[in-house]
């Protein structure tokens, strides 16, 4: 089972592991982008579309699903995956939900009410787990992506 507490000790062990691995140079610069760039401006279209597309495929991995009916599927489970992606779009790229909309072929109004009901359910983890497990990896993945294009 994969714990879910972390102290100070697992902190420094990780930090080694990192060092060890890339050297202390290149940890610090690791460190320094994660830290300090999870987030794309609207200004940076190029990052954004590149992130977009690096979302919805990571979101069909992740919540092993058929590109085909990416879009259109009403099974909860494309439901909730296209929810994450709007969630996280809307989260680290700071996109109005008009043009996260125009992406998806979806309205302003239904963007914004998944953004919210995706933050609904982020905030009761013990009853969607299966939801958050799925969101906090394709998060994860979002964030070191992010963490790469910066």
Known sequence: MKRT???YHDLQQ??????GKFGLNKTIEVIDNL?????????????????????I?????VF????EHFYSSTIQEYREARMACYYLLKKYTKT?????????KQSKRAILYNYHKCDEILSIPQYYKTF????KTLENNTINFIAKLN
């Open 35 to 55: 830290s300090g760039n999870t987030e794309l401006q609207s200004k940076d279209s190029e990052k954004v579309k590149l992130l977009l597309v690096f979302i």
């Open 14 to 19: 990780s930090i080694d592991t990192l060092i």
């Open 57 to 61: 495929s990571q979101a069909i991995e």
């Open 96 to 104: 109005s939900y008009a043009k996260i909309g125009e992406n998806f």
């Open 5 to 7: 507490v972390y102290d």
């Open 132 to 135: 958050v497990e799925k969101f």
């Open 64 to 67: 092993n699903l058929q590109e």
